[in-house]
């Protein structure tokens, strides 16, 4: 069972919003900790989305947005498209347990 | 240009080590906030974080795994190995090396192509 808490599966239609959330505790995101982002589509290894609880790497598309509020944070996509459907995962630090954790993944469907 | 490659055995037997290296490229793990580390994948379930060593040779292990790790660097070669013992057909999955933001609170930013270990007798 992940430290970080995920809905185990998303869904929405092109063009649609969905959100993904990730819950913690207060020796992760609610003692401050940034939350990360990362996409895996199928077949690939992960790709860094979202850092810092809401900033964008280059070349990653603005409908991609990350916020940050007490021991939550969440994932928006807007304008859903069909390449958008794969795995998405939060991670963040724990200071109780000294190093990286991640949420247990949300599997986003494009209806 | 980041780039990340693992390597290592395919198939290891219960009990045995296993040991994978990390080849990179386009960046030094000698500057300061640089750090390269290693995350698995068991098929079909989540991300896990296994270890992190920095710049200068800080080393952090997960808590559930530390006492069977061991992550060290060769910067000279633009290396970094992970040695995981006493392995166990639980510890079968996808082991990616990644590549530590030095400006984040440990995001990953770049991403090996991992390697698949399957641990069986």
């Known amino acids: 069972q992940s430290v970080l808490t995920q809905p185990p599966s998303v869904s929405g239609a092109p063009g649609q919003r969905v959100t993904i959330s990730c819950t913690g505790s207060s020796s992760n995101i609610g003692a401050g900790y940034d939350v990360h982002w990362y996409q895996q589509l199928p077949g690939t290894a992960p790709k860094l989305l979202i850092f810092?609880?809401?900033n964008r790497p280059s070349g990653v598309p603005d409908r991609f947005s990350g916020s940050k509020s007490g021991t939550s944070a969440t994932l928006a996509i807007t304008g859903l498209q069909a390449e958008d459907e794969a795995d998405y995962y939060c991670q963040s630090y724990d200071s109780s347990l000294s190093g990286s954790i991640f949420g247990g993944g949300t599997k986003l469907t494009v209806l | 240009q980041i780039t990340l490659k693992e390597s290592g055995p395919t198939l290891v037997k219960p009990t045995q080590t296993l040991t994978l290296t990390c080849t990179f490229s386009?960046?030094?793990?000698?500057?300061?906030?640089?750090?390269v580390g290693w995350i698995r994948q068991p098929p079909g379930k989540a991300l896990e974080w296994l270890a992190l060593i920095f710049w200068d040779d800080d080393k952090r292990y997960s808590p559930s795994l530390k006492s069977r790790l061991t992550i060290t660097k060769d910067t000279s070669k633009n290396q970094v190995v992970l040695t995981m013992a006493n392995m166990d057909p639980v510890d079968t999955a996808t082991y990616y090396c990644?590549?530590?933001?030095?400006?984040?609170?440990?995001?990953?930013?770049?991403w090996g192509q991992g390697t698949m270990v399957t641990v069986s007798s």
């Open positions: 990644v590549h530590r933001h030095p400006d984040t609170s440990d995001a990953f930013d770049m």
């Open positions: 386009g960046f030094s793990l000698s500057i300061s906030g640089v750090g």
């Open positions: 810092g609880n809401s």
